[in-house]
């Protein structure tokens, strides 16, 4: 399976999907318009993926910002890849170290999905 790689935009994310490593990396900013249209083609390859996923899948996200519509997708992405039998799901979650908003949305999604996550504080200026 090959990787998907986006390139980031002043209001997409960088996707950064490595399928033979289980390391996929979204990094930026998620203010999209017409999120369907942006998100739909990365469900697309993840049901793709799971269908022999690496043993373990690590989702590293570090957002700056994202709107409603964006974590839904993000929400959507982590239960497709929960859903799959032969591997094991880790996030990194990052958060600047003034934006306690941002980490307290990955725990409200490591509580919603039940997956292993890593809370990782950084300086507002490394993300």
């Known amino acids: 399976m090959e990787n998907l790689t986006i390139r980031c935009t002043i209001k997409t994310p960088e996707i950064s999907f490595n399928p033979a490593m289980g390391l996929f990396e979204i990094t930026g900013v998620s203010l999209i318009e017409n999120t369907m249209e942006f998100y739909n083609p990365i469900l697309i390859w993840l049901e793709e993926y799971i269908k022999n996923p690496h043993k373990t899948t690590k989702f590293v996200f570090k957002l700056t910002y994202s709107n409603t519509s964006s974590f839904q997708f993000i929400y959507d992405m982590l239960n497709l890849i929960r859903s799959a039998e032969n591997t ?10 003034d934006d306690l908003d941002m980490k307290e949305i990955g725990e409200d999604y490591k509580e919603a999905s039940e997956v292993d996550f890593n809370f990782i504080e950084v300086n ?3 993300i």
Request: charged share 15%; no cysteine.
């Open 124 to 126: 507002p200026k490394s």
């Open 88 to 97: 094991h799901l880790v996030v990194d979650w990052y958060y600047a170290s």
